[in-house]
């Protein structure tokens, strides 16, 4: 069984800061990546960042140096601050993981970003 649960959206201003959070808690397996959706509205989900066991990330350009990565492997958890924030970050947010480099087979619920300008 494997429950992955994200947290720390909220609606902030143009050029303000969230911190997403996501736990993962898995019994039968070792997580490899853990990796970060979005998905606007009427839009696809798309993977926007992701970090392996051995800390190596991805960065879609799109929030490459506005968004960083951090994992805290013990407690299963990955951390994106995102920083700089724009209207076009406005989307709901998922967090993915299994055994694969950068995530698998498991989603979690999502959590809502509003930035308003």
């Known amino acids: 069984q494997v429950q992955v649960v994200e947290s720390g959206g909220g609606s902030v201003q143009a050029g303000g800061s969230l911190r997403l959070s996501c736990v993962v808690s898995a019994t039968t397996f070792v997580i490899n990546g853990i990796g970060w959706y979005q998905q606007r509205p009427g839009k696809l989900r798309e993977r926007i960042a992701a970090?392996?066991?051995?800390?190596?990330?991805f960065y879609t350009d799109s929030v490459k140096g506005r968004f960083t990565l951090s994992r805290d492997n013990a407690k299963n958890t990955v951390y994106l601050q995102m920083n700089s924030l724009k209207p076009e970050d406005t989307a709901r947010y998922f967090c993915n993981t299994g055994r694969g480099l950068w995530g698998g087979a498991y989603w979690g619920h999502g959590t809502q970003v509003t930035v308003s300008s």
């Open positions: 970090i392996n066991r051995t800390g190596s990330t």
